[in-house]
């Protein structure tokens, strides 16, 4: 089977490891606090939290922008659900904006629009660079000015991507940014998350709720008794990540230029190979550079499960990104409905993930090629 995705372990990557479970330290060490600045210079940005999942940055990223009972949260239908759920985890009501047909991302004129016509401002927009592609940030970066809310960047597929010449994660449009280090990422810890910011406020924040509330920063203490002394000072978790992971990331973040430009290549090779073939392809817009997690093309919706299925016969592990978070059933039971965001639905019904990853060969993308070729003249 040739899977959608998969990750690229080296030999430095299991000796980085195994490094680390011959330290003292298996958490909260030292190679945690290598992975975070590693990851915050890469990126161009003052702060980095790394925490056990991007689903965990995400809930701690809205907690610390203060989300909460009577607030929203906006973001995109086209995601995994986690992107609105992190509103529920805080008692906020999510809602979604409808995305840009060419691309998947949320549309910034329909934003601008929802924006205009609603009574209640959210507290938070998820904009979600799906399939590794920014949004319209400069965009929404104006938006956010003029109706005051907080920008929290869902780039889970984005690690590598910049847009505008600029990495994604700088937080030049944004408050904070949210990266995954899933398998089927760019770079993986394994599981792991991290959260971005170039607000020192934020920062602190974070850094407490990812380990249950707790601080050892006498600034922000009642008290001090002493060196071992620690105090609660909010409700938080426990979403450390492992320096068992953290020097997994550190490892991979080496290749991280080198994944992107090899997932670049494929990327080209199949915009080259599928011309002609009835089928559209996500638009690349001129001022993103795309890290490329996904590659989807959009088909007949009539003939869309036959291909998923023969293609998957053929052992071809395509996938479909993203069923419409508002209809799944859990929201569907908060009140959203069919029909509410229509270019979302739309894309849904025709979207195949083709399989793209850096050690895919050429040779295995030819019969990607070849075996949706013979599925679309079935």
């Known amino acids: 089977m040739i899977p959608y995705g998969r990750q690229d372990i080296s030999e430095d990557d299991i000796e980085a490891v195994v490094a680390v479970l011959r330290s003292d330290w298996l958490t909260q060490g030292p190679a945690t606090e290598r992975f975070e600045r590693e990851f915050a210079d890469y990126c161009g940005t003052k702060h980095a939290v790394a925490v056990s999942s991007a689903t965990a940055a995400l809930h701690i990223a809205c907690l610390s922008a203060g989300l909460g009972r009577g607030d929203s949260l906006w973001t995109s239908p086209n995601t995994f659900v986690a992107s609105s759920n992190c509103a529920l985890y805080c008692d906020a009501e999510p809602d979604f904006v409808d995305i840009d047909p060419s691309t998947g991302n949320m549309s910034a004129a329909k934003l601008e629009e929802k924006l205009e016509q609603t009574e209640k401002i959210p507290k938070i927009i998820v904009p979600v660079h799906f399939a590794g592609q920014s949004c319209e940030m400069e965009k929404i970066a104006q938006l956010s000015k003029k109706y005051g809310f907080i920008v929290i960047e869902d780039a889970s597929h984005a690690a590598g991507g910049k847009y505008r010449g600029i990495p994604i994660g700088s937080c030049s449009f944004s408050d904070m940014a949210i990266f995954s280090f899933h398998p089927v990422k760019i770079v993986t810890t394994g599981e792991g998350g991290m959260v971005l910011t170039n607000r020192d406020d934020l920062y602190e924040k974070l850094i407490r709720l990812r380990s249950h509330g707790i601080t050892r920063n006498p600034a922000f203490m009642e008290m001090n008794e002493g060196s071992w002394y620690y105090e609660q000072i909010e409700l938080g978790y426990n979403y450390r990540m492992t320096d068992i992971q953290a020097a997994l990331g550190s490892s991979q973040m080496r290749r991280l230029d080198e994944f992107v430009k090899r997932r670049h290549a494929l990327a080209k090779r199949y915009e080259e190979k599928l011309s002609g073939l009835p089928l559209v392809p996500l638009k690349q817009l001129h001022d993103a550079h795309s890290s490329h997690h996904l590659y989807v093309v959009r088909l007949d919706a009539a003939k869309r499960r036959k291909v ?56 295995q993308q030819d019969h990607v090629v070849q075996s949706l070729s013979d599925a679309l003249r079935q």
Request: negative net charge; without cysteine; aromatic residues 16%.
């Open 308 to 363: 998923f299925e023969a293609l998957r016969a053929a052992g071809i592990g395509v996938n479909v990104h993203y069923i419409p978070v508002h209809l799944q059933p859990y929201y569907r039971e908060l009140g959203f409905e069919e029909g509410e965001f229509p270019e979302a639905e739309k894309y849904y019904s025709e979207a195949i993930t083709l399989p793209l990853y850096p050690s895919m060969t050429d040779l």
